[in-house]
Structure formats: C-alpha cells, structure tokens
C-alpha cells in the first residue's frame, strides 16, 4: 500500500445576500494500493462530506463536494518526507520573507515553554 495526498475542493454555498464565492480547500492523505483506488478513495470521502447546516445568523450554507484537484503518490511516509509544495511569485521580496517570518515567530512563540 501506498501513501497519497490529494486535495479535494468544496464550493460554500450560502443564501447570504451578496455573498461572495468561497471555496474550502482539504488536504488529505489516503493509504491505497494504486492512483485509481486513491482516486476511488479520495472521492468517496469529498461526497460523505457534504453538509448543510444554519449557522449563528440563520443563514443556510452548504459544503458542496466539486471534485479532487490535486493528488500525489508519497509513497512511504518517513520523518521530513515533502508532502506539499507550492513556488510563490510575489511583487516584493523582503514584504514576502518578512510575513514567513512572522508567521515562524508566532508559532514558535505558541509553543514556548516557560519553565
């Protein structure tokens, strides 16, 4: 068996007025025995997914399953394995790099321990 990571996409569907269009992008990592079965798989998880529900507004939303976007064979999964990348193109360089390192200091940050 195999390890697979596939990203499967919701549409947001709401009866709010003027709402704009969300989607929710899932990551998932699924264990099957070649692309076809994972892809079989994958599926299969997106459409017991769907939801509907009110929320605290009384407004009617609804998780529609569109489909899998994305998905790779990882193989095995070892320590450090890559399992997403993604290459960024950006305007400005330092207003990029300083935003990652921010990110970095406040997950650092929440997982201090103060002794």
Partial sequence: MKWYIAKLVFSIETNA??????FDEQVRLVKANNDNEAYFKIRR??????????????NNLQWQFIDVSEMVCIGDITDGIEVYSNTVEVEEKNNYINAVLKKGMGIQTKNLVLV
């Fill in 17 to 22: 007025a003027h709402a704009s269009a969300q």
């Fill in 45 to 58: 998880i997106g459409k017991t997914e769907e939801v509907s529900f009110s929320n605290t507004t009384s």
